[in-house]
Structures are given as structure tokens and as C-alpha cells.
């Protein structure tokens, strides 16, 4: 009985672990963005490499901000909504993270390099 | 406890099962095929495990295509009918000279497959360019006009008015694409994509399901830069821009781009430096992306409020001010603004 038990704990404490290592994983492994995409109310505006340091003041039909990237990462530096929250998320540079601005519509999205290849030109 | 174990490693079990689904095992499997036909260098691309017996197929398509077509070879049914005046038409060239002649019809004469000679006369296809006179102009403009050929829809026989030559050119290529995407589609392909040299038509999605993002060429970069990107599914992106082809006039300096407008035959100077049509048929975007670019912003707009379930398209005019259609405005990024062309004024 008792050794059943033992057991039952020992696979249970197992599974936590590969759990844990894979949480790990998953984090230690988040890819560095290369682009940033810029949306408003759902419709994409403006796509930026993050190698390039720029600032870019972005005009929706609610207010402004202003994006700034910077070694690599991207943030909202001004802007003129009521909660100011786009601002207080600071510095984003991974792929999946992103900066919104509720009150202006408006979606920050870091993406990778792949993701944001071209397929072929048309000319 | 010992139940709450079973649980998880049927939790666990079911995770692994999902990643499992039916898909094919070669869907991210990539293969190409470069053809040299129709003046152009092509691009094949198919994924997927029927991904070669798909391009081996289009491959063949595209030679017959071109065989059929080509102004350069003798014995193309196109070269025959410029030979002898007239030929009764079947197959292809039979639906491309229809297409021809309705997007003649729709674009009041903007299209027109009979504009063969003018190219000719200022040496565009030989390279020996030449700015001719009004009075050379007007003697050839006298042939020009796709309705002073007549076509029996019941034989399909056309018949050249006397100096008429006919080059499917104009339309030719987006025709091609489409039968290429055809040709996949039949092989079991689901996502491909063609560039019939910066004629550009896809299939499908990309493996990951995501659009296809197409480039659209800076029409006022020195060295192929991308003013925008459009994403696309099982549609065809088609350019025409002044800076593919132009000569200067070496006394003059003035710039003569290959873009002539059938009615006047001098080069469309009417504001447009890139036109790009997305539409799901190849050969319509073909027609229309010089249709456009000739009928200037004003004129493009309203002929495409009148056929917008046709296509869509993106226009960039000489200041270097980028317009989209209304249809494509969640589908075009640029670090540009963006103009909105509104569907209803």
C-alpha cells in the first residue's frame, strides 16, 4: 500500500517537473522580434524593422501617440489618451508581445523575420 | 489519486493526439521551376507532396502557352493570324481574344490587343528606339482599333483590318498564371504561387496558413525597393509601372515610357507611375493593370466604383502618394499614407 503510494507521488512529482522544464522552455526560448507592426481599430498601418532606431508619431481618428524603437525594442513613449496605460507598458521586443492603446484603437504587435517575409514582388 | 493520475496522462495523451490531424507530411516541402518563355524569366513555387508532378505539369503548360502565343515564333497561331489576316480561332487564343476584346469594350478602347504596331513604330520590342512624328503616328494609329477587326462568335473566326497585328501580350502572361494555379490545383497542390517576371498569382495560402505577402516595387527606387505589401489568397497581384521600360531622347531628354495609349498613341501621361491590380482572374488583372495606369487616377477610380467585384488595386501617382482601393484597405501595410479610394463618392 504504502509503496503504491510512494510511487503514485514520484510519477505526480515527475509530471510537475517536465512541466516546470517545458514553462522553461517556452520562455527561456522567445524569439527576438524583427519588425513591428502598427494597427488601428484592426486594420494594419505601418510595419517597422526593429534594427532601425526611429521615432514615428502615429495619427488615429482618436489621439496620438508617439512610437519609439530603440535598440531593438519598441515602446509608446507620448501620447495623449485618457488612462495613458500604452505608455506605462514600456519596452516590448519579442515576437507575440505587443503594446495597445485601448482608448485610441490602437495595436503595437512585435513579429518575427519569417512572419513578415515577403513572398515575391510584383512589379 | 490513482484515478487523478489517469486523468492527467490521458490529458497528456489527448495533447500529443492533436498535434496529430490529418495534414500532409510534405505540406511545408517547397520545390521551384524557373521557365524562360513569353520575354520573361518565371517562377514556380509549390509545396506540398504533389508539389512536383504539379510543376512538371505547368512547366509543359507554359511552353504551350507560349508556343500558341508568341509573337516571335512563326508557326504560333497568333504569328499566323498577323500572317495571314485571318484564322479561325479555338482554344486558348479563342478565350484569350474574347477576354481581349470585352476588356477592348469595358475600358473604351484603353486595351487593345491591336496596339502591336505603335510599340513597333517607337521601337519598343527591338530596343532601336525611336520618338516619331505626328504624321507618322496618325499613318499607323489608322489600323489601331480592336473594332475595326471582326470576330464571328459563332466560328470564332477573326478577321485583321488591312495593317492590323495583333499581340496578346498585354493579357497573355496573367493568363498563363491562372492556367498555372489550374494546373496545381488538379495536381493536389493547395498552396503555390507563380511570377511570370513580377507578374505575380498565388493559390491558396502559404503552408502556415497565413496570406501570401507580395511586395509592391518602389516605382520611383533605384535599386527594387518595396513602397508597400499587400496580402493575398488565391488572388493574382499585377503591376504595370513606367519605370519597367522607357527610353530618353537623347537631343530632347524627354522620357518616353512603353505604356502607349491605343487612342492617341503617344505614352499615358496621365499622373500614374504604378498600377497594381489584385484579382482572383489573372488575365483580367493583366488587361487592366496598363488599362488603368492609362485611364489616370480619376479615370481608374471610377472604372473600378463600376467593376469592384471584379478586382481591387493600388495606384501611385508621380508625387508618390499611395492609393488603395476601399476592398484592400485592411490589406495593404506601407510606412507610407495610405489614400483611401472610397466606393461610393
Known amino acids: 500500500m504504502q509503496k503504491t503510494r510512494r510511487r503514485e507521488l514520484l510519477l505526480l512529482g515527475a509530471l510537475l517537473l517536465t512541466g516546470l522544464i517545458l514553462l522553461a522552455v517556452v520562455l527561456l526560448n522567445r524569439q527576438r522580434g524583427a519588425q513591428v507592426r502598427v494597427m488601428i481599430d484592426g486594420a494594419s498601418q505601418a510595419v517597422f524593422s526593429l534594427d532601425e532606431d526611429r521615432t514615428y508619431p502615429i495619427t488615429t481618428p482618436e489621439g496620438t501617440n508617439l512610437l519609439e524603437i530603440r535598440g531593438g525594442r519598441v515602446s509608446i513613449t507620448q501620447a495623449d489618451c485618457p488612462d495613458g496605460l500604452c505608455v506605462k507598458q514600456g519596452a516590448v521586443r519579442y515576437v507575440g508581445d505587443s503594446i495597445i492603446c485601448l482608448p485610441h484603437k490602437l495595436v503595437i504587435e512585435v513579429t518575427g523575420e519569417d512572419d513578415m517575409a515577403l513572398d515575391a514582388v510584383s512589379k | ?53 504539379a510543376l512538371n505539369a505547368a512547366y509543359e503548360e507554359i511552353l504551350r502557352l507560349d508556343a500558341l502565343l508568341s509573337t516571335g515564333q512563326e508557326d504560333s497561331q497568333i504569328s499566323r493570324l498577323n500572317r495571314e489576316e485571318t484564322l479561325t480561332l479555338e482554344g486558348d487564343t479563342r478565350a484569350l481574344v474574347e477576354q481581349a476584346l470585352e476588356l477592348y469594350r469595358e475600358t473604351e478602347g484603353a486595351f487593345d490587343i491591336t496596339v502591336y504596331p ?43 483590318a488591312p495593317g492590323q497585328s495583333v499581340d496578346l501580350g498585354g493579357i497573355g502572361k496573367g493568363y498563363a498564371s491562372a492556367r498555372v494555379m489550374e494546373i496545381f490545383r488538379e495536381a493536389g497542390v493547395t498552396s503555390g504561387m507563380v511570377s511570370l517576371g513580377g507578374n505575380v498569382q498565388c493559390l491558396g495560402t502559404r503552408p502556415d496558413g497565413n496570406p501570401w505577402r507580395i511586395g509592391i516595387q518602389d516605382p520611383a527606387g533605384q535599386d527594387g525597393e518595396i513602397t508597400a505589401v499587400v496580402e493575398v489568397t488565391d488572388q493574382a497581384v499585377i503591376t504595370s509601372g513606367g519605370y519597367e521600360r522607357f527610353f530618353t531622347d537623347p537631343d530632347t531628354g524627354e522620357v518616353f515610357i512603353h505604356i502607349l495609349d491605343p487612342r492617341t498613341g503617344y505614352p499615358a501621361e496621365n499622373g500614374l507611375t504604378s498600377v497594381s491590380i489584385v484579382s482572383s482572374d489573372g488575365a483580367l488583372a493583366d488587361g487592366l493593370s496598363t488599362s488603368l495606369y492609362i485611364m489616370g487616377l480619376d479615370g481608374a477610380s471610377d472604372f473600378w466604383r463600376a467593376h469592384s467585384d471584379q478586382f481591387q488595386a493600388i495606384l501611385i501617382d508621380d508625387t508618390g502618394t499611395l492609393y488603395v482601393t476601399e476592398g484592400l484597405a485592411e490589406q495593404v501595410t506601407s510606412e507610407k499614407n495610405i489614400q483611401i479610394i472610397p466606393l461610393s463618392e
Do not use: I, N
Open chain 2, 1 to 53: 489519486m490513482r484515478r487523478f493520475l489517469c486523468l492527467m496522462m490521458a490529458l497528456l495523451l489527448l495533447c500529443g493526439c492533436a498535434e496529430q490531424t490529418k495534414r500532409d507530411p510534405e505540406a511545408e516541402e517547397r520545390s521551384e521551376r524557373y521557365v524562360s518563355a513569353m520575354d520573361t524569366v518565371m517562377t514556380l513555387t509549390a509545396f506540398g507532396s504533389h508539389r512536383e508532378e
Open chain 2, 118 to 160: 505603335l510599340m513597333q513604330l517607337w521601337g519598343f520590342p527591338t530596343k532601336e528606339f525611336h520618338h516619331p512624328s505626328q504624321q507618322e503616328l496618325d499613318a499607323v494609329l489608322r489600323s489601331v482599333g480592336s473594332d475595326q477587326m471582326t470576330f464571328d462568335d459563332a466560328s470564332g473566326k477573326l478577321t485583321l
